[in-house]
């Protein structure tokens, strides 16, 4: 049974766009695990926590399997993505890297209970689902293993794949959207239950957990228009998503818009558009258990 999730998302309906985006981000996320792995141990023990649909999983395999072998460890509170992340990394990884699954909460869980020891711990966009983001990053930093790296991957710019004037409602309502998931987000925090404030960046949060030599580093995904299905489709996806979520937050205008925006059947639907991308930057935040 999946452990409890604290932002009561239903992650394992978002599978297939969480699949879709790992695709797209394929070639970024495996420069990532190549930069993050190169100076780990032989034989190292890496763990993934909010392992969602596998994207980074496979590719920390892959980079494991390229130094001759390791030991990756899934972590997921969500039994559908704990599945999909752990056939991705054994496909990956071959027979040279052991893939093993914890399914945990790390709102409550302390993986150094659950893990023995890792040289590199990778979470991306976990930790602020969890009600207290700097205990959680205290747990992880507890769970490295002398000269261990944690990189957490949180924050960057928002996905951009909408053209300012759509032609249908008002201009500009990407970034309408964008404030109202804010919005949203501001008060799913807000209202979760033992949520604690963390009125600092995440490096601040990285140095308060013990840990040395912090830095952070971005990485780029880009698919300019005209773009692939594979855009459009995740395109069409995250805006069904975004509409549904944020639908209380917007004006009657862009409620009409998206409806119509949406409609596979009618004329102004995005997915026979072909100006749609994908644009965004994610910031990856990194210290050391010295």
């Known amino acids: 049974m999946s452990a409890h999730t604290h932002d009561d998302v239903d992650w394992a309906s978002r599978l297939s766009s969480m699949r879709r985006l790992d695709a797209l981000e394929r070639e970024s996320l495996a420069s990532v695990a190549t930069r993050l792995t190169n100076d780990l141990p032989a034989d190292a023990t890496v763990v993934d926590v909010g392992s969602g649909s596998g994207g980074m999983s496979a590719a920390l395999a892959a980079a494991l399997r390229e130094r001759g072998g390791g030991t990756l460890v899934l972590v997921d509170a969500v039994d559908e993505l704990l599945a999909a992340a752990l056939e991705a990394a054994r496909d990956a990884g071959g027979s040279t890297v052991a893939v093993e699954t914890v399914v945990a909460d790390l709102g409550t869980a302390m993986l150094h209970d659950l893990v023995d020891g890792a040289d590199l711990i990778w979470g991306s966009a976990v930790v602020h689902h969890l009600p207290d983001q700097q205990l959680a990053i205290t747990r992880l930093a507890d769970a490295l293993h002398p000269g261990g790296l944690l990189a957490i991957a949180e924050g960057g710019l928002e996905a951009r794949c909408l053209p300012w004037d759509l032609g249908i409602g008002e201009p500009g309502l990407e970034g309408r959207l964008a404030a109202a998931r804010e919005d949203w987000f501001r008060q799913l925090r807000a209202t979760m239950p033992d949520s604690v404030r963390m009125p600092y960046g995440w490096g601040t949060a990285l140095r308060q957990a013990g840990l040395t030599d912090i830095g952070a580093f971005s990485y780029l995904l880009d698919h300019p228009a005209p773009t692939t299905q594979a855009v459009v489709d995740f395109t069409v ?38 100006d749609l991308y994908l644009l965004n930057v994610r910031t990856v935040h990194c210290g050391w258990h010295r």
């Open 237 to 274: 996806e995250r805006t069904t998503w975004l509409s549904e979520i944020v639908e209380d937050r917007l004006g009657d205008g862009d409620r009409a818009a998206l409806r119509r925006l949406l409609d596979p059947a009618g004329p102004d639907y995005l997915g026979s558009r072909d």
